[in-house]
C-alpha cells in the first residue's frame, strides 16, 4: 500500500522558478491532487536555480552554448533530487538530455500541449510579412537556423528570457520580432502574445516541444505510484520516436535538429530535420510506422539524414 503524501509528509515537487516552470510544477500538483484526491498541502513546490537562469547572463543574451550544455536547467534539479531534498522534478522536455543521471528515471509525461512555435512581433503578422534585412531575436539554434534557411535576408540576433523579458526587449527595439513556444503561451494564458501560430510544415518545432516530464528517483516506489496515475501514453509513443531520433544524432544545444512525431488512427508519422547552424543546408525526411516502433523509427530516420549529410555537414560541431 503506498503511503500518500499528506500535509506532515509533503510529496516535493522540484522546478525551476520562472513563471513558465511554476506554472508547469503547479499543473503537475494539479493533476496530482485530482488523480488521488488529495488537498494542496500533500504538495510542496520547491523552487531550485540552475546555471540556466543566471539573470546577468540572460540580460546579456549569453548564448546558451557558451554556459553549457542541453544540462544547463536541469543539473542542479537533478542533484536535489538524488541528494533528497526533493522528490519529483518537473521539466519542459526540450531541455531534457537524452540520458538521466545515474538513479533517476523519466518515465511520467502530462498530455502534450501545442507543439507549434509562436511569431511575436509587434508589427508584422507573419515571417513572409518581415522587410528585408529585418533583426529577428532568438536563442534556439534550430529556430535561427531555419529562419537563416527561409530568409536569408533576415538579421538574426541571440535573444534570451522569459515572455515578460523578451516583449520589454522587442518593445526596446532590439529586435523586430522573436519566437516562443505555443504551448508555453497557454500555459501562461498569454496566447495573445502570439501574432501567429507557425504551422509544423512552415517550421517543424523542436523534439518534445510542448511536453512536460517528470522525473523521479528510479528506488522511489511511492513517486512512482502517484505518478503512474497522471502518465499519458500517447505522449509516450510521440516523446520516444522524437528523443530517440535526437539521441542517434547526439542532439546538445550546438545541434539545429527539429522532430515531430504524430499518431494518427494506430500509425505514428515521424518527421525530423537537420541543418547547419548558418542555414546554408538543411536536410528533412519523414517516416510511418506502427506506434510501438517508434524509438526504431527515430533512430532509422536520424541513421538515413546523417548518411545523407555531406562530409563536412558536421564540421561546426
Known amino acids: ?40 498541502e500533500a504538495f510542496e513546490i520547491v523552487v531550485i536555480k540552475t546555471t540556466g537562469d543566471d539573470r546577468a547572463m540572460i540580460a546579456a543574451d549569453t548564448p546558451l552554448k557558451e554556459i553549457g550544455n542541453k544540462g544547463l536547467f536541469t543539473k542542479e534539479i537533478e542533484e536535489a533530487m538524488i541528494a533528497g531534498r526533493i522528490d519529483i522534478a518537473v521539466h519542459s522536455m526540450k531541455d531534457m538530455p537524452t540520458e538521466q543521471p545515474e538513479g533517476l528515471v523519466l518515465d511520467c509525461y502530462l498530455p502534450r500541449e ?60 532590439v529586435a523586430a520580432a522573436t519566437f516562443l513556444a505555443m504551448a508555453g503561451l497557454r500555459r501562461l494564458g498569454m496566447e495573445d502574445v502570439a501574432r501567429a501560430a507557425i504551422s509544423p510544415e512552415e517550421m517543424l518545432p523542436a523534439v518534445a516541444q510542448g511536453a512536460i516530464g517528470i522525473e523521479r528517483r528510479m528506488a522511489d516506489a511511492r513517486a512512482e505510484a502517484l505518478l503512474d496515475a497522471i502518465h499519458d501514453i500517447e505522449t509516450e509513443h510521440r516523446l520516444a520516436a522524437e528523443r530517440a531520433f535526437l539521441a542517434t544524432l547526439d542532439g546538445s544545444c550546438e545541434t539545429p535538429i527539429a ?7 494506430d500509425r505514428l508519422w515521424l518527421r525530423g530535420e537537420i541543418l547547419r547552424p548558418d542555414g546554408s543546408e538543411a536536410l528533412s525526411d ?32
Not at 522558478?17 to 511554476?22: I, T, V
Not at 508584422?124 to 532568438?138: E, K, Q
Not at 534570451?160 to 527595439?173: A, C, F, I, P, S
Not at 546523417?306 to 563536412?312: E, H, T
Open 114 to 173: 501545442d507543439v507549434r512555435d509562436a511569431f511575436v512581433c509587434l508589427d508584422h503578422d507573419s515571417i513572409g510579412m518581415l522587410p528585408h534585412g529585418a533583426t529577428v531575436g532568438s536563442s534556439s539554434l534550430r529556430r535561427r537556423a531555419q529562419l537563416a534557411h527561409r530568409r536569408p535576408d533576415l538579421e538574426l540576433v541571440e535573444f534570451r528570457g522569459n515572455v515578460q523579458t523578451r516583449l520589454k526587449k522587442l518593445e526596446d527595439g
Open 286 to 317: 519523414d517516416r510511418w510506422g506502427d506506434i510501438s516502433d517508434g524509438a526504431a523509427m527515430g533512430e532509422h530516420l536520424a541513421r538515413d539524414l546523417l548518411s545523407r549529410a555531406p562530409k563536412n555537414f558536421f564540421d561546426w560541431r
Open 1 to 40: 500500500m503506498t503511503q500518500m503524501p499528506d500535509a506532515k509528509s509533503p510529496l516535493k515537487i522540484g522546478t525551476r522558478g520562472s513563471p513558465l516552470a511554476l506554472a508547469q510544477a503547479r499543473e503537475t500538483r494539479q493533476r496530482l491532487m485530482a488523480a488521488h484526491g488529495l488537498p494542496e
Open 259 to 265: 522532430g515531430l512525431a504524430v499518431i494518427e488512427g
